[in-house]
């Protein structure tokens, strides 16, 4: 309904924008960055949106996956510098449950998660005890008189749920990979009254990177309410094979109920172009091709901070 607001509202969280210092030092190091990085990115999206099929013009939920696949695969090649980066792991299907009360309202958040990077340690804290304690001030937005579980799925609830992982490598006692690192979501769907607008898909970010951190600071500390003494940092990234949606969020403190006290935060960099268009035939005006098949206004920059977010907690 109301989009990242309302998941503000339901997951106790400050916004703020952008990314956090942590990410943008590791984007404005040059150490950091792939040499040729804009010829690989640019043949990665080649390869997803015309040399990956015999059709004049590819669907999205094809593109946008070999896309993903393509980008993961060219953040692999870090691993060469950093060996540490061989020490994750990606889990497809892979289901989430996390409940919490909210006011006078239980609430969960469960189901398919989209792309689940795991990693052997945890991404350190993004926020200093400062800025955590700063938040205590800040005021969380209402949608009075209109309820901000208004739109919400009521059903019945006979086991409060608190799942890091339904599949085999789920966050069980002994998996080698037992830290969410970053979930990947992929908007595949052609046309938008089968995908999530920007907006709301953010709100499902947000939801889901709550979700994954919650259940694992119950997993580690219990279900009694708390301000977490080590926050807990779950990343997202959202795409759709052309616009990216990059997000931080970190968990501060599981002592939801009221509006009071420590909130936890979320950073947002939303809507970060890849590249502008990808004709697959060329664009011709009165028998005069004004532009010709190819990528067209490529933005290397947003592969920075997607590379950015994957060496995060590494580097």
Known sequence: ?????????????????GLPPSVLSI?????????????VVKRAVSHARFWNTTEISPKREQYCLVLFEDLIHVCRLMSRKYPAL???????????????ERESNLLQ???????LMNSMVPIPPVASKQEILATEEHILETFYPIAPTIDLQEVNVYREL???GKSAVGFRDGYPYPHPHTIFFLESASTYPQRFRPEQLRAKMLMFAFGNALAKAKALYGNDPKVLEQPIVVQSIGMDGQHFQFMVFQLNTTDLVSNDGIKNLVWIDADQCLYEQALC????KKRVVVKPTGIHGFQPDTFKKFLA????GTV
């Not at 309904?1 to 924008?17: D, I, N, P, S, Y």
């Not at 035939?281 to 011709?284: D, L």
């Open 27 to 39: 984007i404005d190091n040059p150490a950091h960055q792939l040499s040729d990085y804009e010829e």
């Open 86 to 100: 061989t020490k994750r792991m990606l889990a497809k299907n892979y289901r989430i449950a996390a409940t919490w």
């Open 281 to 284: 035939v060329p664009e011709v």
């Open 109 to 115: 958040v469960r189901g398919l998660n989209g792309v």
């Open 1 to 17: 309904f109301k989009g990242v607001r309302q998941a503000q509202w339901l997951t106790k969280t400050k916004l703020v924008e």
């Open 309 to 312: 977010l994957y060496l995060h």
């Open 162 to 164: 608190n799942d890091t």
